[in-house]
């Protein structure tokens, strides 16, 4: 076979494939938006969000493509840690108030670390109690979730009432750097920088450990690993327990990001975050980080340019992206 | 999985008669309750009795969960909602709306169906609950044809007016039959009660048909009738488009009795979350069962948040408790016996009944 045969497809994976579709559509909006510093905010905005939705999604995508388990009840993960964190602010105020940089920043630490704390745990609750007698059951899976969702949304209600909460911010968090003529809002950096962080650290926990390769083959092939004589289910708790607290600590963050929070938050994200994971393909976090990005820039990039389609486009993006591909763009689950 | 045998057990003739007792309840309810209230709910125990019937077509005979029957609900419910508001009063608008709504309905049924059902069954449910939610957003969005948030009310035919008199005596005045008036709500109710009833029958039909027996086979397993020759994904299409059609109407016949259509009443999720737990507590795959679980749901909606009021200020004083008896939060309740339910009666009440002890 000769260079010759190289047709546009080659091109195009040697380039990377689709990993350049959130390039192409930041590039697309750029040239509709005509404004590079309105541009570069939307696409710092986008970029955040995604990073945001990309912690809500990995752990569905990773739990789904380990154990053939889809979680509806996810969202509560993600709303518990919205209001335990935005519960440890208040709760802490007074660190926050402080004038020093270090009380404002272990605050924010404290409440982060509540969100995860509180994700572990009942991530480690949810599995063993509500999901474990439902292995293998689709539909009961489904049913059994999403009572599990009705009742996480009451018990918000019951503690915190049906009325908007709203969520301190750190003062070192507050405001945006300008740069020439472009604002950068200070929390959009610091949530992708966060995200981006947690990013690196499951590409390398999992392309790198050897509890990552157990984790890689148990979705390509989860009845080989247990014949090899790896206990798939102990991981398979880890695994839940990590996607809850990474569920967990997306809400906290999605809270200060939209500094008012109401219990049907989680609900509302729940829709975007299926999108997100559809999208990707089940079972990749890198599908998933993919998928992410595509949802946040779109959804900022549509918002500006005709703000009555900001949620029609994440589904026409999606029908778009299933017809071309039915089972997302870089399934990790045949 | 569940297996719906309808062998003439005790089970079964119990549910029966329990659903023939329902039956001439709701035929009787303006003669037997005499409030407006109850009235209410006798109307929308017939409604939702053919919605959670035809989300039963789905769920329980091909083992399939949607998130947008509501969607469908809200198609029917908006078609004839728009068309009164337009038109005026009369029976155009109502039949007009009732086929605009069935056709936008089966455009989406078969969009999704063909685009979701393909790949794999889990992507489905995902995919109806996103179409669904982008749905309802457009509804309160686009505020210049839906109202809004706040909805369309309009006026139903005049046939339906409670100043209407159906039958006059000598004086001109309404005739009273067993004290109750004859007037227009009565014929409202009955056009509920009957299309009500025709669109049941109908489907109770369509489930012992030809048609039925190769869903239940799908559903019992999927690989083989794939092998014998049954194109699975045609079926589920077929009947994704059915049940559909079904809630559209059901969605006009509700427009037309509430002489009101807005998010809450006839799209928002919190329904979907009703048609839910209806199916799965009355039984899925059985018809009967939806009887059983809209009945049942729909008292607890209306009578049980009294009785939790009561209990919560009773309880006032003792920490949590009384939040979480409060009314507001009787979902929470019926949240934890669904779990419960589906752990272990996932059959539901009629399911478990019909086929007697033989294990869970």
Partial sequence: MTARTATLSTYWDRAGGV??????????????????????????????????????????????????????????????????????????????????????????AAAYLAA?????????????????????????????????????????LAFWGGTPFSVARPHFLEGSWIIGDVSIEIYRAFAFALGAGVFVLLYVGLNRTRIGLLIRAGVEDREMVEALGFRVDRLFIGVFMLG??????????????????????????????????????????????????????????????????????????????????????????? | MITSDTRHTTGTLVIKSVVALIAALLLFAPFLFQDVRSLEVAARICIFIVLVASFDLLIGYTGI????????????????????????????????????GVAVSLVFAVAIGLLSLRVKAIFFAMITLAAASVVLVLASQLSQITGGEDGIIYKSPDLFKTATKLLTDADGKVVRLWDVKLNGKLAAYYFVFITSLILFLAMLRFVGSPFGTVLKAIRENEARAEAIGYRVVAY?????????????????????????????TALSFSIMIDILLMVVIGGMGTMWGAVIGAVLLILAQYYLRDLMGAASEA???????????????WLFWLGIIFILLVYFFPRGIAGTMMTGRKGA
Avoid at chain 1, 21 to 37: C, D, M, W, Y
Avoid at chain 1, 267 to 295: K, N, R, W, Y
Avoid at chain 2, 244 to 262: F, M, Q
């Fill in chain 1, 244 to 334: 809850s607290a990474l569920a967990a600590l997306g809400g906290a963050m999605w809270a200060g990001y939209e500094t008012l929070i109401t219990p049907h938050m989680g609900a509302d994200l729940m829709i975007v975050v299926f999108i997100v994971v559809i999208i990707g393909g089940l079972g990749s976090i890198e599908g998933t980080l993919l998928g992410a990005l595509l949802v946040g820039l779109m959804s900022n990039y549509v918002g500006f340019l005709a703000p009555k389609l900001a949620l029609a486009s994440n589904m026409i993006l999606m029908v778009a992206i299933l017809l071309w591909r039915p089972n997302g763009l870089r399934p990790a689950v045949k």
């Fill in chain 2, 65 to 100: 969960v949607s998130f947008a029957h509501t969607m469908f609900f809200g198609f029917g419910a908006y078609g004839a909602a728009i068309l009164l508001k337009q038109m005026g009063p009369g029976w155009t608008p109502v039949l007009l709306g009732a086929l605009a």
């Fill in chain 1, 116 to 156: 995860i704390c509180f994700g572990l745990i009942a991530g480690w609750f949810f599995e063993t109690v509500i999901i474990k007698p439902v292995y293998r059951d689709h539909l009961r899976q489904i049913l059994i979730t999403i009572g599990a969702m009705i009742v996480a949304e009451q018990t918000i």
């Fill in chain 2, 315 to 329: 309880l006032t004083g003792v920490p949590l408790l009384p939040e979480l008896l409060a009314p507001d939060r």
């Fill in chain 2, 236 to 264: 589920r299409t077929a009947v994704f488009c059915l049940s559909a059609t079904i809630a559209s109407l059901a969605g006009t016949v509700y427009a037309v009795w509430l002489k009101y259509t807005g998010p809450d």
């Fill in chain 1, 19 to 108: 990993n350049l579709l959130p390039v192409a559509v930041a590039l697309i909006a750029f040239l509709l938006i005509g404004a590079p510093s309105s541009w570069i905010t939307l696409t710092v905005a986008g970029l955040a969000m995604g990073m945001m939705l990309f912690l809500m999604a990995s752990g569905l995508s990773l739990v789904f493509g380990l154990m053939d388990v889809l979680n509806f009840g996810h969202s509560a993960f993600v709303s518990f840690g919205a209001f335990i964190s935005a519960a440890v602010l208040a709760g802490l105020g007074g660190w926050l108030a402080a004038d020093s940089w270090v009380l404002n920043a272990s605050a924010l």
